[in-house]
């Protein structure tokens, strides 16, 4: 994958206000490239799918077994909050559409390291209750055939295997069904009924609290990191014991304690590390993971000096509590209104971490 700096790449997003809301908050890409690349691919044929690395839910798919079939193809990779606010309308797309011809492909193309372990894409495959095929596309083979720059990206293929339409980011929800409508009404030569579906998004997968997002996607490694304060900067890839700034501006962030700051992670040394963020949005989300089997590392987070309380996410209490039990994005604040400048702290209680991004909705 080509790396980018800075970090925020192109993003494309259904509506003037989410455009908006693209240049604030930013969009996971594996690269930023011709934002026109993949238009290439309208009224191509679909790309072939075999150099798949595994398929999960299915035997392998390929595009002359999909004839007579309506295609929708989702890349997506597991940890990208752009993509998980995505998941409900796809889950419930296939589901609705599956009797009348539509088979829709998910293809998990990592952007972590971690997030190329089978076992690991498997496991969130089940956990978020994908039971489509998925095509792991752990070297990004068909990432490239279809020139794709984006997670999450639909591509629309008609029953005569030739792609009609993309999407790129999140939103558009209804355009995005009208055309699978169209798509299965010419393949079966019969009106398809234009009712839309409706979701019942919770948790993680809710959607973006647009107005209030005022906080970019931040890495941490220093191949992507911005905004990064603490005192002496960044010591690449030594254990260095950081220092927290007296003041944080928003959208900026700091290490305490004894890390050593990779190219793709920050990795703790030793128990009692914090990590600061000044940040304004409903949600932050970190994407950490524990090094070594078996451990569970525990951590406390704290917003503006105090127990989240109501403002904690799924994945701590009340008190801030919680443990680190797989590479995943974790849920750690989603406050309630009003949204305002805040401090997020978090300390980990136990080394053996390694911490990857933020992200926020």
């Not at 956990?127 to 070297?139: L, Q």
Request: proline fraction near 5%; charge should be neutral.
């Amino acid at each position: 994958m080509k790396k980018v700096k800075p970090v925020l790449p192109a993003a494309i997003f259904a509506g003037a206000i989410a455009v908006l809301v693209a240049a604030v908050a930013g969009q996971r890409s594996a690269r930023q490239s011709d934002p026109d690349a993949a238009r290439s691919h309208i009224g191509g044929e679909l790309p072939a799918l075999g150099r798949a690395t595994g398929w999960l839910n299915s035997p392998p798919l390929t595009p002359a077994g999909l004839r007579g079939k309506v295609v929708l193809v989702d890349f997506w990779t597991y940890s990208c909050i752009n993509w998980r606010r995505t998941l409900p309308f796809v889950r419930a797309w296939a589901a609705k559409y599956k009797d009348q011809g539509l088979v829709v492909i998910g293809v998990h193309s990592p952007e972590f390291d971690f997030e190329k372990d089978p076992d690991n894409v498997r496991q969130a495959a089940q956990s978020m209750g994908i039971d489509y095929p998925v095509a792991v596309d752990g070297g990004l083979e068909i990432w490239r055939a279809f020139k794709n720059d984006y997670w999450p990206a639909l591509y629309f293929i008609d029953a005569q295997g030739h792609v009609r339409h993309h999407q790129f980011g999140e939103g558009g929800y209804d355009q995005a069904e009208t055309m699978i409508q169209r798509l299965l009404a010419e393949s079966e030569g019969r009106s398809i009924a234009h009712d839309l579906v409706t979701v019942d998004a919770r948790g993680v997968e809710a959607a973006a609290d647009l107005g209030s997002l005022k906080s970019p996607e931040t890495y941490v490694g220093y191949d992507r990191a911005e905004n990064f304060v603490s005192r002496d900067g960044t010591i690449l890839d030594k254990p260095h014991t950081y220092v927290l700034p007296s003041r944080l501006w928003l959208n900026h962030w700091a290490l305490s304690g004894a890390w050593t700051v990779g190219k793709q992670a920050i990795a703790l040394n030793s128990a009692g590390g914090r990590i600061v963020y000044r940040f304004h949005a409903r949600d932050l989300h970190l994407i950490m993971g524990s090094i070594g089997r078996g451990k569970s590392p525990r951590f406390r987070v704290l917003i503006d000096g105090r127990a989240p309380g109501a403002a904690h996410g799924v994945d701590v209490d009340d008190q801030g509590n919680g443990m680190v039990e797989e590479s995943r994005l974790y849920q750690l604040i989603r406050q309630p209104q009003p949204i305002a400048d805040r401090q997020f702290e978090i300390e980990f209680l136990e080394s053996g971490v390694e911490v990857f991004s933020f992200t926020f909705g």
